[in-house]
């Protein structure tokens, strides 16, 4: 179930705005950056002691989000941190004249809600928006600050805080050097490998990324249009690079990937 403190829609647009708008995201870094970055990234819960999970779990509340629904909206009130515990959530940011930025999508294990995460009453400078059904713990900033600083008998969790906001800025410091050096040919090829580290697991034949992204999901995150993903995902098909089976996207040969990608 949702929670009011922390369910959120996004601001209504008219026709004619909606029209303005369109997608533009940053390019995606290399895979071996990224394989090397999402080793470190581990399910937080997972890591801490039983006792100091005890207390995470008490000061939190579990909610769910429908597929397609808002955690939370770019300019609304800060209420908390989140801990995804399963399904997918993509942030992104919206410019004033009306463009669309998506920043990242984040799985299980990350922590959303920076970058004020020990406050409330600070605005969302973007959005998240669950893009499969979503379950979360949030924990307010005031509870958060108490557990993960102020308490020196529970100095794990404080560490894992600590990773995970920097493996956040390595993120975004991979997309921001990549922004304006890669053609929207390598940033596809930087998307697919990316997405292989992060989401894929090992099957006959090839990787399989588990989320099903759609060709619309894929030109926005590289902004690129959905035609022009499509000829270039068939052709990379006919070579033998990639392959689909219900709709998964299956990766058959990296190294094409990376000579693709210059990596």
Do not use: C
């Not at 009130?77 to 930025?101: C, M, N, Q, W």
């Amino acid at each position: 179930m949702t929670d009011a403190r922390y369910s959120a829609k996004a601001p209504k647009t008219s026709a004619r705005r909606r029209r303005r708008q369109y997608r533009v995201a940053a390019p995606r870094p290399t895979a071996s950056r990224v394989q090397q970055d999402t080793k470190e990234k581990k399910d937080i819960l997972a890591q801490l002691s039983p006792a100091d999970r005890a207390l995470m779990l008490n000061k939190s509340t579990a909610l769910t989000f429908p597929r397609g629904s808002h955690l939370f909206v770019q300019g609304s009130r800060h209420a908390g941190t989140f801990f995804i515990r399963s399904g997918l959530v993509r942030t992104y940011y919206v410019s004033p004249d009306g463009k669309e930025l998506t920043l990242a999508y984040w799985s299980v294990g990350d922590l959303l809600g920076a970058p004020d995460i020990f406050g409330n009453g600070m605005t969302h400078v973007w959005s998240g928006q669950a893009v499969e059904d979503t379950s979360v713990l949030v924990i307010d900033g005031a509870d958060f600050a108490e557990i993960a600083i102020e308490r020196p008998n529970l100095p794990s969790l404080a560490r894992l805080v600590i990773n995970t906001l920097i493996f956040k800025l390595k993120w975004m410091s991979i997309l921001l050097q990549l922004q304006g050096t890669a053609s929207v040919s390598v940033r596809l090829a930087h998307l697919l490998l990316k997405l292989s580290a992060m989401f894929g697991r090992e099957h006959q034949g090839g990787t399989v990324i588990e989320h099903r992204f759609t060709q619309d999901d894929l030109a926005n995150m590289i902004g690129a249009t959905r035609q022009w993903v499509s000829v270039t995902l068939r052709r990379l098909r006919r070579q033998g690079i990639v392959r689909f089976n219900r709709r998964q996207l299956i990766i058959q040969d990296h190294q094409a990937l990376r000579r693709i990608g210059k990596l």
